[in-house]
């Protein structure tokens, strides 16, 4: 197992528990047979994707409790309030001229 190969199991490590231990190997192999010769590092472009399909596979399996989502709605909710009145305070101080 090479560097690279390893370098990229740990860029695997935000997907889920189980595919990784189905896929991870697979996908690791073959990042690293369609790097370079004597590439040591992951590309920009290998790292975006590989966080980009995590985020995608962990959107799509939906959440594991059904508290998730409106505890999500009520931390947005409460975030733009707050952001809201900072803005507010910041207008009303005359900062934002």
Do not use: H, K
């Not at 595919?19 to 996908?27: F, Q």
């Not at 369609?34 to 590439?39: D, N």
């Not at 059904?66 to 009145?85: N, S, Y």
């Amino acid at each position: 197992m090479t560097d690279l190969n390893i370098r990229y199991e740990r860029l695997l490590f935000a997907y889920p528990r189980e595919y990784r231990r189905r896929r991870g190997a697979e996908i690791a192999a073959t990042f690293s047979e369609m790097a370079a010769e004597g590439q040591t590092l992951a590309t920009g472009t290998r790292r975006l994707s590989a966080c980009c399909s995590t985020a995608r596979g962990r959107a799509s399996a939906g959440p594991r409790s059904r508290l998730i989502g409106p505890f999500t709605v009520l931390a947005m909710l409460i975030g733009g309030l707050c952001a809201a009145d900072g803005g507010a305070c910041l207008g009303w101080a005359g900062r934002l001229a």
